[in-house]
């Protein structure tokens, strides 16, 4: 049954790709297109982010890993490295359970 799914699921996928690469040039070129298409992957990750930070099964929880995305947002904010961003927000969250 598991196979089935993962087949379904990949014909869908290349079904979703082949839409894509089938969409006219002209229909892609237009300026909110791309303006949308431009939003688009920052709106589903900011999504994701919030979904993972700020909820435990089905409830709305604030806790440690609030705290490090708070100080993963002040990093990037004061345009720190990369991997200081990750280790700094690691580092916070760490801390705060750990007292």
């Known amino acids: 049954m598991i196979w089935v799914a993962v087949g379904i699921t990949a014909i869908g996928c290349y079904l979703l790709k082949l839409a894509g ?27 994701l982010i919030a979904v993972q930070v700020l909820s435990r099964g089905h ?8 705290l490090g995305l708070g100080v993963a947002v002040v990093l990037l904010l004061v345009r720190a490295p990369f991997l200081v961003v990750v280790f700094g927000a690691a580092l916070a969250a760490a801390v705060v359970r750990l007292l």
């Open 21 to 47: 690469l089938s969409v006219p040039p002209r229909v892609l070129e237009r300026p909110v297109v791309e303006r949308v298409a431009d939003y688009i992957p920052v709106a589903l990750l900011a999504a």
């Open 59 to 66: 409830e709305l929880v604030i806790d440690a890993r609030a």
